[in-house]
Every structure is written in structure tokens, then in C-alpha cells.
């Protein structure tokens, strides 16, 4: 993957369908989704003979992490080991990060090859006319066996261990966005500053909407995510609903609602539909219609004392007109536009101005606020 490609997909799914496809793997790609976390996963079982197709090795390098679900019968297909030789190479170059499953297997079962891997192993042997192939397929499960990961005989059940993979996962995509991404939430932290001095996360107020407007979209979303990754853990129950103009274009607002007990989670949600005893974050972003405030409404009036709401939009008149005092705006100008302007008239190089911004953004906010980084201000002044 070039770095200067942005990844199409930020996990590859790699697993052996007839162990976990139906059961832990699904859950954890629905999982990855309701997170908005862009995820890659074939739906197709190769046979045989079979080879992995050019797409599938497309996927893996346009990916910025690769989970690996090693099962039972995972080095027995020649087709998941496959994947895995092309795993292990980006690996090795620096342009993908693993993270292995052992799911239902010993680790170091897996990096000796023994138990059901030393039957398997003989089968490839026996099949396979380039014997480099089977030696390059046990050097991939050795390497993969060497880095740390999830063993699913750690945890009582499924989906604590989903919930930990996905956190992980999310964490470190956040760490990567500030790295690599800078251009488009340079200061970030410094508007969560302002939303924390406009929001009590400890109220135990009834049910508080905040809205944060921005003309632009990147901007918007890249904080909405980051509010809700941040504040959540302050909710017994939480989510997030993303682009809602675009998924509920042309349906009927039923599906809002129905959407929203989808991607609902909680560590003390008993019921999808009675919320009035829970604490409850709901983001929502780019909403663009009245409707769908009055179909989220339907659900979020019945949340708990001490639950909050955060509207995102581009329509600044959409949250007056609903009600909604308390806004926090954006202006969407990205860095990345600014830094690409300053290289090439001044041969800079992106990651020395972006330091520059940030350095003198700690310094003096007016700097940030003339660059266009997400310049805001407040609409609103007690704290909700």
C-alpha cells in the first residue's frame, strides 16, 4: 500500500469459513461495522486447487490492519494460508499490522505446528508439487504465531472477546488517523476541551441534545467519532450512528429507529427497547432533515437521567429550528489543503508545517483560527 494511497479498508477479515463464519466471525465483522470500522471480508469458500484471486491480494494491501482467525481447521486450506504468505509479506515491509485470534488453539501449538497442524501439514506435502510453497506457508503461521494476539480460552464468552478486539482495533486506528491524518484534525483535542467545558459528563440531568454544525463534511465526522470514542465510556449505553443523510436517503424512517436498536451497546443493556433506566450517548451525524430528529426523538426521549445526544449536521438551521440551543460550530477548512499549498510554494515539507501549526496553535489559538483548522465557536453558554 503506498503511503501516499489513503487504505481503502481499514481491517482484512482472514478466518476459515466452516469454523467461525457463522458464529464468532460474524459477530465480530458486525461488530467492526457498527463502529465504522471499514472492514473486508469474502463471503466465498474457495475449493481445492483454488487460488486467492487478484482482488482478494488487492484488499489485503489496501488494508491497514489484518485479523487473523486462526482455527482448527485454518492450516488446513491452502487457500487461507495463501492469504496468509501475503499477509506476512506486508507485514514484514511495514505496510499492514496483524493482530492473531487463536480461537479454539493452542498458540504454541500453532507456532510448533503440532497437533491436527502436523496431519494438515502432511496433506499439503503430499498435494503440493513445490515443496518451497508448503515451507513458505509454514514460515507464515510461525511468524504469525510469534506475534502477540487474542486467545479466545482467555475469556468466558464470545463477545467480551469481540468487544476487545474491536476496542483495540479502534484504539489504535485513532492513534493512527492522529499520525498519519493530521491534516484533518489537527487540534482536535483542543475543540474536545471546549465540548467537555459546554457538556457534564456526570449530570444527572434528564435527557440534554447538543448539535455541532460544520459547512463541510470530513471535518464533522472526524469529530463526531471522536466525541463518542472518547465520551462513551462515561455511558452504560452507547451509539453511533453514521451518515445518516446518505443511509436513510429515499426509506422510510422506520429503518432509523430499526437501525438504532441495531448499534446499540452496553455493558448493562438488558433489553433493546427500554432504555428509560440507562444512561445513553446517541451521536448521530449529518443529519439533514427535521423528520429525522423527530424519528430519532422517538427513542432518545425515553433515555435515562444523565443521557446525552449530539447532532451533527451541515444545515446550522436545521438545530434552530428543532430547538437546539446548545451548538458548538465548526468551520471544516482542512489543514492538509493548507499544507499542500505551503509545499508547493514553499518546498516545505508537510509534516514540518504541520508541527509549525501545532506548535504555534498550543501557543496562540489565533494561529489555528487564520490557518481554517477547524476554526469554532460556541452557540450556547451553560453547561448542559
Excluded at 461495522?33 to 483454488?50: A, M, P, S, V, Y
Excluded at 457534564?200 to 470514542?229: C, E, F, M, T
Aim: proline share 2%; aromatic share 10%; hydrophobic share 40%.
Amino acid at each position: 500500500m503506498s503511503s501516499a494511497t489513503p487504505p481503502k479498508y481499514d481491517v482484512f477479515l482472514s478466518f476459515r469459513g466452516i469454523d467461525t463464519r457463522a458464529n464468532f466471525v460474524s459477530f465480530l465483522y458486525k461488530e467492526l461495522e457498527r463502529r465504522g470500522i471499514r472492514t473486508f471480508k469474502d463471503d466465498k469458500e474457495l475449493q481445492d486447487g483454488q487460488r486467492i484471486s487478484p482482488e482478494l491480494q488487492r484488499a489485503i494491501e489496501e488494508s491497514r490492519f489484518a485479523i487473523v482467525v486462526v482455527s482448527a481447521h485454518y492450516a488446513a486450506s491452502p487457500w487461507c494460508l495463501d492469504e496468509l504468505v501475503k499477509i506476512m509479506d506486508y507485514v514484514n515491509n511495514g505496510s499492514i499490522t496483524v493482530m492473531p485470534i487463536f480461537y479454539g488453539v493452542d498458540p504454541f501449538h500453532v507456532r510448533r505446528q503440532i497437533g491436527d497442524a502436523v496431519e494438515q501439514f502432511k496433506k499439503h506435502e503430499a498435494r503440493e508439487k513445490d515443496p518451497e510453497k508448503v515451507l513458505s506457508w509454514r514460515k507464515a503461521l510461525e511468524g504469525l504465531a510469534n506475534i502477540s494476539g487474542q486467545c479466545s480460552s482467555k475469556w468466558n464468552n464470545d463477545s467480551k472477546l469481540v468487544d476487545a478486539t474491536v476496542d483495540t482495533i479502534s484504539e489504535k486506528l485513532m492513534i493512527f488517523t492522529r499520525l498519519s491524518n493530521g491534516g484533518k484534525i489537527v487540534g482536535i483535542e483542543r475543540h474536545m476541551k471546549k465540548l467537555n467545558r459546554l457538556v457534564d459528563l456526570n449530570s444527572k440531568k434528564p435527557v440534554r441534545v447538543i448539535g455541532i454544525w460544520a459547512s463541510g463534511g470530513n471535518g464533522r465526522s472526524a469529530l463526531a467519532k471522536h466525541v463518542y470514542q472518547t465520551w462513551r465510556q462515561h455511558f452504560e449505553t452507547h451509539c453511533y450512528l453514521g451518515n445518516v443523510k446518505r443511509v436513510f436517503k429515499d426509506r422510510h424512517l422506520a429503518h432509523l429507529h430499526d437501525e438504532f436498536l441495531e448499534n446499540t451497546e452496553g455493558a448493562y443493556l438488558t433489553s433493546k427497547r427500554s432504555f428509560n433506566r440507562q444512561k445513553v450517548l446517541l451521536v448521530a451525524d449529518d443529519v439533514d432533515k427535521v423528520e429525522q430528529l423527530d424519528a430519532l426523538a422517538e427513542d432518545f426521549t425515553g433515555f435515562g437521567r444523565g443521557s446525552l445526544v449530539v447532532i451533527t449536521t451541515q444545515d446550522r438551521q436545521l438545530l434552530i429550528s428543532y430547538g437546539i440551543k446548545v451548538v458548538y460550530e465548526v468551520e471544516d477548512l482542512r489543514c492538509e489543503k493548507l499544507c499542500d499549498l505551503l509545499r508547493r510554494t514553499f518546498a516545505f515539507k508537510k509534516r514540518d508545517i504541520v508541527a509549525a501549526i501545532e506548535s504555534a496553535s498550543r501557543a496562540k489559538d489565533f494561529v489555528t483560527d487564520c490557518f481554517g483548522c477547524l476554526s469554532s465557536r460556541c452557540a450556547g453558554y451553560e453547561k448542559l
